[in-house]
DNA sequence: GTAGGGTTAG
């Protein structure tokens, strides 16, 4: 078919361009016809295989069809599929507009636009964009849309909008659930939600879901509350929105309540909701409940997002067997699957093993990114691998055309800083090529208290404190490194700096799931309705773990007091509650899983390692940062941590 | 026949 009309003679094409003008009122061109049908079914192939034939045969396709082969060309085809297409029609003044509109140019000219986007090409988009003779709103909604999409192009898409209105043109409802993806300043999303409230657009579900996203997104929860509760009726993705919102905002429990509902108010999860509902659990370590959304997954095989996120949760809920089998049995595998795993090895306190999942990874030939190198190095740091840290580092953009970043740097000082080697984690600050932030300072002060150089850590905390002079972490990490050495009046001249700035130290947190129920501990509170239970078996573990030679470690308690006082800190430190619950509450055989939101120190985690022997009990923590497996008296940080 | 919302790794 393709070659068809080329080998016809001059003559024989000539007549054929006349029959189809004689026959264009009555039926098209055979040729017509079936490029027709093929834009319609497909093949795309032999739809795109048609366009040289109708070229030369001096056929003009039309809208219609060229509108629906640009679709099969992005669910199809390639970019440069696409780019033919547009080169035909272009040639073939398929794109003319023809006056009011009702030349079909303008609808073939926007599907090229969204094709040009959904390639990625956005500046091929934009430049057919600037030179349409006519736009709508659809195209212009096309452009603002993927503006709000691309990275750090939000300001632009507010520009498109502003430009749209000064051309007459007005924002419907698709064009306001895709700006407000752009706004990611209170300022701009007050004025665009007023926007949307003064056209009445504010209760369609797509802007609503925006609206709840936006806000959620800028941290505003009460904001993004105050949409979801003005809702009279609403779709699935909306309740998505306000789940994902509370997930990622760190409220699971929030997030878990609101699926509840939801499910009370008729409507079933999809594999959104589900990747919400195990963000949640990932952050509130709640493995019973992420095992019973496990059950849910299997109906979305092929969901890779879904999956990534439960592995991640088994990852994150100290599960590593889950995840391992997980990550055997997943059907496929992306970039992310694999990063998961080895950053989740590696905050389990199994660099070696993550180490090995990378050479696998690059042996199944998938490429990896920045976050995979991040993982890597985490690794390297968590492990004391000094020297493999330095390789990735240094052969990362020869082998994988990664140039370091930012936190690959920050990698590195937390690398040579764990290991001892402060002078070393200093000169690299000086020599890299980027700008030390405040985070790269903040890495090197944690090294500093770790192995108590107390100059070094105010060198880093001034540095800190210059770039941003009302960092609390600063100056409690200074503090600290005070104490630890004994010196108590720079420790309380740091404090009493904090204190006239109105800021408080962070209470120690700890959470564990009982019975589905997630219990909260803090730091030196006792109002858990069983406190009482909890002290008697907090005192009764301290007897067992007496006879294995345990002695509080008072160093660890930061404040110059009375020996007796700083035990009872100690003795009611978050963590060492939430284990006494565990005790009581965690069936034979199962580990007590606890997640904490500063990093333990060094009392708790000798409690936890004699307790974990005393009483023949796993015993798993989750800091922020990683994992401590207890077991038999020993964690698997090699208290390397 | 053209455009839109939520969901995964550091």
Known sequence: ????????????????????????????HPLLATFSRLCVEGPFRAALALLPDLASAGLRADPVS?????????????????????????????????????????????????????????????????GMPERNVVTWTTVVAALANADGRKEEALRFLVAMRRDEVAPNAYTFSSVLGACDTPGVLAAMHASTVKVGLDSDVFVRSSLI??????????????????????????????IAGFAQSGDGAGAIE???????????????????????????????????????????????????????????????????????????????????????????????????????????????????????????????????????????????GIRPEREHHNCMVDLLGRAGKLDEAVEFIHEMSLDPDSVIWRTLLGACRMHKNANLAAYAAREILKLEPDDQGARVLLSNTYADLRQWTDAEKSWKAMRDRGMKKEPGRSWIEVEKQVHVFIAGDLSHPSSESIVLELNRLIGRINALGYVPQTEFVLQDLAIEQKEDLLKYHSEKLAIAFGTMHTMEGKPIRIMKNLRICGDCHAFAKLVSK??????????????????DGACSCGDYW
Not at 2 to 28: D, I, M, V, W
Not at 318 to 346: E, H, K, N, Y
């Open 1 to 28: 078919m393709n070659s068809l009309f080329k080998r016809l003679p001059r003559n024989r094409l000539a007549a054929t361009r006349r029959s189809s003008r004689r026959l264009h009122h009555t039926q098209p």
């Open 66 to 130: 060229l509108t629906r082969l640009v679709k099969l060309c992005v669910r199809h085809g390639t970019a440069s599929d696409g780019r033919l297409i547009h080169r035909h029609v272009a040639d073939h003044g398929a794109l003319s507009h023809g006056g009011g509109g009702g030349g079909g140019g303008l609808f073939v000219s926007n599907s090229l636009v969204s094709m040009y986007v959904k390639f990625g090409l956005l500046d091929d988009a934009l430049s057919l964009f600037d």
């Open 213 to 242: 996203d936006a806000y959620m997104k800028l941290g505003d929860l009460d904001g993004g509350r105050g949409v979801f509760d003005e809702m009279v009726t609403g779709d699935l993705v909306v309740w998505n929105s306000i």
């Open 258 to 400: 609101l699926f509840v509902r939801m499910k009370d108010a008729g409507f079933s999860a999809n594999q959104g909701t589900l990747t919400s509902v195990l963000r949640a659990c990932t952050g509130m370590v709640m493995l019973e409940v992420g095992r019973q959304v496990h059950a849910h997954v299997l109906k979305y095989e092929k969901d890779l997002i879904l999956h990534n996120a439960l592995l991640d949760m088994y990852c994150k809920c100290g599960s590593l067997p889950d995840a391992d089998a997980l990550f055997r049995r997943m059907p496929q595998r992306d970039v992310i699957s694999w990063s998961t795993m080895i950053s989740g090895l590696a905050q389990n306190g199994r660099s070696t093993e993550a180490l090995r999942v990378f050479d696998l990874m690059k042996s199944e030939g998938v490429t990896p990114n920045r976050i995979t190198l991040v993982g890597v190095l985490f690794a390297c740091s968590h492990a004391g691998l000094v020297e493999d840290g330095w390789y990735y580092f240094k052969s990362m953009e020869k082998l994988f």
């Open 614 to 631: 005393s009483e023949g009990k796993m015993i798993i923590i989750r800091d922020p940062v990683r994992f401590h497996h207890f077991q």
